[in-house]
T-cell receptor, first 118, second 111 residues
């Protein structure tokens, strides 16, 4: 079991720069989720894909954020013109489709990408 | 979103059972109850989930109240490796709905 892989683990960048994070889900999982987590808080939902289709986006996902999942495999999350408030841990998770609907499937998380904006 | 309420923190002695409570008074009939835990600098780890009946797995047990408005995660013998933030969340079975994690319960295990 290779688990969910995220790259890079840490990213330090200057305000105003663009950054891109990658997530490789568990290979047979067709659902993929992005979350953001700040210190002392639980993960906050950003967006969700089923295969290559982006089905849900949070209002937290401003115009500077874009996520893709070409071919329904890995996903990328890009932040343009980064701001201080973007500093956070960005988590990716994946899950299967199965019996009992989406609620009956556990999400498997990667260890995240920690973004620091100077 | 259906919300959950958990105590901010709890303590347990090592090798003793731990009961972590969660209230979810607005739960719907199609919401599954999920528990995750998170160690520092790691992503959340799935622990257990259930719908109506109590559930057991190698990590923990989940006890669900008869009215489903509350649940309890039971760690049978706490170890130092169980020290983490534990999140109780609800996941709708009918389709994707935004999941609200809340701030969870920080469990401290005392040697």
């Amino acid at each position: 079991d290779t688990g969910v892989s995220q790259d890079p683990r840490h990213k330090i960048t200057k305000r105003g720069q663009n950054v891109t994070f990658r997530c490789d889900p568990i290979s047979e999982h067709n659902r993929l989720y992005w979350y953001r987590q700040t210190l002392g808080q639980g993960p906050e939902f950003l967006t969700y894909f089923q295969n290559e289709a982006q089905l849900e986006k949070s209002r937290l996902l401003s115009d500077r954020f874009s996520a893709e999942r070409p071919k329904g495999s890995f996903s990328t999350l890009e932040i343009q013109r980064t701001e201080q408030g973007d500093s956070a841990m960005y988590l990716c998770a994946s899950s299967l489709v199965g019996r009992g609907g989406i609620g009956n499937q556990p999400q498997h998380f990667g260890d995240g990408t920690r973004l620091s904006i100077l | 979103d259906a919300k959950t309420t958990q105590p901010n923190s709890m303590e347990s002695n090592e090798e003793e059972p731990v009961h972590l409570p969660c209230n979810h008074s607005t739960i719907s009939g199609t919401d599954y109850i999920h528990w995750y835990r998170q160690l520092p600098s790691q992503g959340p780890e799935y622990v257990i989930h259930g719908l109506t009946s109590n559930v057991n797995n190698r990590m923990a047990s989940l006890a669900i109240a008869e009215d489903r408005k509350s649940s309890t995660l039971i760690l049978h013998r706490a170890t130092l490796r169980d020290a983490a933030v534990y999140y109780c969340i609800l996941r709708y079975s009918g389709g994707y709905q935004k999941v609200t994690f809340g701030t969870g319960t920080k469990l401290q295990v005392i040697p």
